[in-house]
T-cell receptor, first 111, second 114 residues
Framework: RKEVEQDPGPFNVPEGATVAFNCTYSNSASQSFFWYRQDCRKEPKLLMSVYSSGNEDGRFTAQLNRASQYISLLIRDSKLSDSATYLCVVNSGSNDYKLSFGAGTTVTVRA | ETGVTQTPRHLVMGMTNKKSLKCEQHLGHNAMYWYKQSAKKPLELMFVYSLEERVENNSVPSRFSPECPNSSHLFLHLHTLQPEDSALYLC?????????????FGSGTRLTVV
C-alpha cells in the first residue's frame, strides 16, 4: 500500500466554483501534514500546513481526520491561477522529519 | 541569494558523460534531500543528508553519487546514465528537528540523457 494516495483527477471546474479533494495516508504515527502546490514544470511549493483542528488560509481550507487517516483540501471561489497539481504530504512517523509525497491531484480552472 | 538554489536549470548529457548537479541552501537548514520526478509520477526520494551524514539511500543505482561537503551544499554526481534517468531532479532542505515546517525546494534541474 502506498504511504500517501490521492485521486489524480483532473478536476475541471469553472471560475468561481468550489472544488474539494482528499488524500489518505497509511502511517497512523504521522504527525505532520501539508498541502503543496506544483505548477507545470516547476518545483513544489508549500501551500499550507494542516492542523488537527482544521485551518483556513484565504480561499483554502484544509481538514485532517486522524481516525480515518485522510486529509482534505477545499478551494472556494476558484481562480484561473489555482490551476496546478496539489500534492498531499505526510511525515513518515512521529517527529520524523522525512516526508512522503502523494502523486498529486490536478486541478484545472476554466474561464 | 535566498532559499534553495539549484544549478544547472537544464542539462543534456550523453550516456558516457560525467556531470554534477549542485544545490545550495541559504536557510540555515541542517537536512538536505535529492528527489527525482519523472513525468506524471510522484516524487521519488533518492538521498537524505542530516547534519552532513547520509541517513538514507533509497536503492538508488550507483551511477548516482551524492556528496554533502557541508550543511549548505549538496551535489549529485552523474555518470554513465541511461535514457530512463531523464527527469526533473529536485533538491530540498529542512530543519531536521522541526517536522512541522515542511521542505523548501529548489527549482530543479531538468535532465535529459541522450
Amino acid at each position: 500500500r502506498k504511504e500517501v494516495e490521492q485521486d489524480p483527477g483532473p478536476f475541471n471546474v469553472p471560475e468561481g466554483a468550489t472544488v474539494a479533494f482528499n488524500c489518505t495516508y497509511s502511517n497512523s504515527a504521522s504527525q505532520s501534514f501539508f498541502w503543496y502546490r506544483q505548477d507545470c514544470r516547476k518545483e513544489p511549493k508549500l501551500l499550507m500546513s494542516v492542523y488537527s483542528s482544521g485551518n483556513e488560509d484565504g480561499r483554502f481550507t484544509a481538514q485532517l481526520n486522524r481516525a480515518s487517516q485522510y486529509i482534505s483540501l477545499l478551494i472556494r471561489d476558484s481562480k484561473l491561477s489555482d490551476s496546478a497539481t496539489y500534492l498531499c504530504v505526510v511525515n513518515s512517523g512521529s517527529n520524523d522529519y522525512k516526508l512522503s509525497f502523494g502523486a498529486g491531484t490536478t486541478v484545472t480552472v476554466r474561464a | 541569494e535566498t532559499g534553495v538554489t539549484q544549478t544547472p536549470r537544464h542539462l543534456v548529457m550523453g550516456m558516457t558523460n560525467k556531470k554534477s548537479l549542485k544545490c545550495e541552501q541559504h536557510l540555515g537548514h541542517n537536512a538536505m534531500y535529492w528527489y527525482k520526478q519523472s513525468a506524471k509520477k510522484p516524487l521519488e526520494l533518492m538521498f537524505v543528508y542530516s547534519l552532513e551524514e547520509r541517513v538514507e539511500n533509497n536503492s538508488v543505482p550507483s551511477r548516482f553519487s551524492p556528496e554533502c561537503p557541508n550543511s549548505s551544499h549538496l551535489f549529485l554526481h552523474l555518470h554513465t546514465l541511461q535514457p530512463e534517468d531523464s527527469a526533473l531532479y529536485l533538491c530540498a532542505s529542512s530543519q531536521a528537528e522541526e517536522a512541522n515546517y515542511g521542505y523548501t525546494f529548489g527549482s530543479g534541474t531538468r535532465l535529459t540523457v541522450v
